[in-house]
């Protein structure tokens, strides 16, 4: 543009760009997507659930559960009392309880050569019989599924109760009249029965009368009545799962792509594709520290964090269904669809924000933004997207190939458990976990804040140490998430920003 004087004016700056605006139709698509996502794939345990436990009784075969380990310094263990209902009592158009479901007890001696006794009898004599006994009674605690064969279903997570006490050495069981069911011998001993109206108490012996008792025991259950219906039932849960996965997974792939292409592609991973020429890898990881910050607020930042936590739970779940998806595309194209890749480094992003605010680094005091776009935040993330990807890699890299990462990763990032030893009868020894050890990363933070407390300072080296931390589990999770085919490098490049050197050193700034 000429002046009247013949000089030239400089032209006007451009306008900044214009910030993400994210359609609410969908973010609703994705949150349904999610949900239908999640629905279907409980109707699908569930269903997977009922047609094993079908398939388990067939031919008179009985649901059994893996055999507890059970012992006891007195003369008995006892069963928790179990009532059954006079038929009728739960529905006119029942059958009588024994053609509802019968059980199956198994108990092994753990000394060898000692015979033992197992018998179910009503609990009010089974009480008189063991009164002023020493005895254990058994609990139910939990169940958790252990194998994958239908005949072993789960584990019952059984304790000992604290031994009744008494004085009394009881009478030879075998010769009692109560019991409804009863075997004695040596190594396994088995009992069968259907169920009868009452209340009923399991009783496990010595058959000399001696203690301590060490048994191996083992229970199962079938229903002739449900057998063949769980089946059915099952079958129709499974196909209802495989209905609501579906529908979910094309609408969160609906959402993720609408999402993504709101995202102003002059802040997407793409458009400064130049600047990870300066970096070791092409994720670029960077969080500068704000100064001062305040002594206290990370006491409660768990707390202010808590809606950012319930948004990146909905998106995570996402992530992991758009990239599933996307690696069936990059098994057939060799391509990233670019809308899911900008969802996905979106949700890096945010989950990075929302970590250095809170306890990955703890580095502002600045709530972070509710966007997957970049924004102007001291913490930002970005993947240079890549034009073409490995077809062959897609089928590894994820699981194998980052194997090595992976151990490193968790271990500074997740912890481990510790352990102790303890004695076994077969093997003389065992390890028990006791618990999650601390992670590099947490500890790393702790001290942070201790610090942070009492001297209103953050040590530029402790921050730069912590940023490194996550600078390495971000490009693992890059690698991961399929983004990149470039494989992580094994450093811990510390510092705010990361730059390379001419010669290929990093080179760490100060914050």
């Known amino acids: 543009m000429s002046r009247f004087d013949g000089s030239s004016t400089p032209p006007p700056p451009s306008p900044p760009p214009r910030p993400a605006r994210m359609k609410p139709g969908h973010w609703i698509l994705l949150v349904l997507g999610v949900l239908l996502a999640i629905l279907g794939g409980i109707l699908l345990a569930l269903g997977v659930t009922a047609v094993t436990l079908d398939a388990a009784q067939r031919d008179g075969a009985y649901i059994t559960f893996e055999t507890s380990d059970l012992q006891t310094s007195g003369y008995a263990l006892r069963g928790s009392s179990l009532t059954v209902d006079e038929p009728g009592a739960l529905g006119p158009d029942l059958p009588p309880p024994g053609e509802i479901a019968s059980l199956k007890v ?22 008189d019989y063991l009164q002023d006994v020493p005895h254990a009674v058994l609990h139910e605690v939990s169940w958790r599924k252990r194998g994958s064969s239908p005949e072993v279903f789960s584990r019952p997570e059984v304790s000992v109760e604290n031994l009744v006490d008494g004085t009394s050495v009881p009478d030879d ?31 496990i012996m010595n058959a000399d009368t001696s203690r301590p008792v060490w048994v191996d025991l083992e229970a199962g259950i079938r229903s002739d009545l449900a057998a063949g219906a769980i089946g059915s039932v099952g079958a129709g849960i499974i196909l209802a799962g495989v209905t609501s996965f579906t529908v979910g997974l094309v609408l969160v792939l609906f959402g993720v792509t609408g999402l993504g292409r709101s995202i102003n592609p002059g802040l997407g991973s793409d458009a400064a594709t130049a600047q990870f020429e300066t970096t070791v890898y092409p994720a670029r990881l960077t969080g500068h520290l704000d100064q001062p910050l305040s002594r ?22 996402a992530v992991l269904l758009t990239t599933i998806s996307a690696g069936f595309v990059i098994l057939f194209t060799g391509r990233y669809p670019r809308s899911w890749f900008v969802f996905s480094v979106g949700v890096l992003r945010w989950t990075w924000r929302v970590g250095f605010y809170t306890y990955a680094a703890l580095g502002t ?64 020894t065992r390890v028990e976990t006791t618990g999650e050890a601390p992670s590099l990363l947490s500890v790393l933070v702790l001290i942070a804040a201790v610090i942070l407390l009492f001297t209103a300072r953050y040590r530029a080296e402790l921050f730069a140490l912590i940023m490194g931390v996550n600078r390495w589990a971000y490009r693992v999770s890059t690698y991961v998430l399929l983004l990149r085919d470039e494989y992580p490098p094994f450093r811990l490049d510390q510092g705010p920003v990361e730059t390379v050197s001419p010669d290929g050193e990093n080179i760490s700034s100060s914050p």
């Open 296 to 317: 206290w607020l990370w006491l409660v930042k768990w707390i202010l964090a808590i809606p950012h936590y319930i948004i990146l739970a909905l998106l995570g779940f």
């Open 106 to 127: 198994r108990a092994t001696s753990s000394v060898p050569g000692q015979e033992i006794f197992v018998g179910i009898g009503p609990t009010s004599e089974v009480s």
């Open 365 to 428: 005091d600045r709530y972070p933004p509710f966007t997957l776009a970049v924004s102007p935040y001291p913490a930002n993330f970005e993947v240079a997207y890549p034009p073409r990807l490995s077809r062959g890699l897609v089928l590894v890299k994820w699981w194998l190939l980052a194997i090595p990462h992976l151990v490193i990763v968790g271990i500074l990032t997740t912890g481990g458990m510790g352990a102790t030893w303890a004695m076994s009868r077969d093997t003389n």
């Open 173 to 203: 069981p075998v010769v009692q009249p109560f019991w409804v069911q009863s075997t004695a011998g040596s190594e396994s001993q088995e009992i069968l029965w259907d169920l009868e109206p009452g209340q009923w108490s399991l009783v």
